[in-house]
């Protein structure tokens, strides 16, 4: 099955610096790859995918790089605010309907 | 509702009850999916169903967990004679197509004492 690895498991950042995740996955088939964002007893929610067809997807201050020959990708939050602080999971399939997460990296934003 | 919903919110059970777990997806999505969520860790996937069909049931540590979705919208998964390795958060989700957004509800938090 899938395994996705993701690093840092913390991240902490000043205000405004930008912030990176990065994520690596072990089966070539894999073609779509979310991110999650969760906030404390909150539930997590989509910010930002991408599919294996583009190797960089942008939206506001959130970017995201695919590399499928490394099969690894990256989230980057750039001008980070207090509340970009939560957990960022990553996620990797195939494109059947089963996700594999990464552990997560808790983001600390300090203002 | 707007979102999933799930109930109960959160739940203590003692070593060796029965616990029964409830998920309300979003109104016509089709797929539904059971995820549990060890402290500090990732959603690891439990089980799929396509409306009432239980596709994939493969992520169920062990018999002692059963989910169903009898008609194809609400769905209840049971955990029998529960021991302290099944505290967890446990995260329902559903989306309108198997290979579309998921969307998840705020979990239930179950703690076995």
């Known amino acids: 099955g899938e395994n996705v690895e993701q690093h840092p498991s913390t991240l902490s950042v000043q205000e405004g610096d930008s912030a990176v995740i990065k994520c690596t996955y072990s089966?070539?088939?894999?073609?779509?790859f979310p991110w999650y964002k969760q906030e404390l007893g909150k539930r997590p929610q989509l910010i930002i995918d991408?599919?294996?067809?583009?190797g960089e997807k942008k939206d506001q201050r959130i970017a995201v790089t695919l590399n499928k020959t490394a099969k690894h990708f990256s989230l980057h939050i750039t001008e980070t605010q207090p509340e970009d602080s939560a957990v960022y999971f990553c996620?990797?399939?195939?494109?059947?309907?089963?996700?594999?997460f990464g552990a997560g990296t808790t983001v600390t934003v300090r203002a | 509702g707007a979102g999933v919903s799930q109930s109960p919110r959160y739940k203590v059970a003692k070593r060796g009850q029965d616990v029964a777990l409830r998920c309300d997806p979003i109104?016509?999505?089709?797929?539904l999916f059971w995820y549990q969520q060890a402290l500090g860790q990732g959603p690891e996937f439990l089980t799929y169903?396509?409306?009432?069909?239980?596709?994939?049931k493969s992520g169920l540590p062990s018999d002692r967990f059963f989910a169903e979705r009898p008609e194809g919208s609400v769905s209840t998964l049971k955990i029998q004679r529960t021991q302290q390795e099944d505290s967890a958060v446990y995260l329902c989700?559903?989306?309108?197509?198997?290979?579309?957004?998921?969307?998840f509800g705020e979990g239930s938090r179950l703690t076995v004492l």
């Open positions: 996620a990797a399939s195939s494109g059947d309907y089963k996700l594999s």
């Open positions: 991408i599919r294996s067809n583009v």
């Open positions: 169903f396509q409306n009432e069909a239980q596709l994939d």
């Open positions: 989700a559903s989306s309108l197509v198997h290979t579309g957004e998921l969307f």
């Open positions: 109104s016509g999505h089709v797929s």
């Open positions: 089966d070539s088939a894999s073609n779509y």
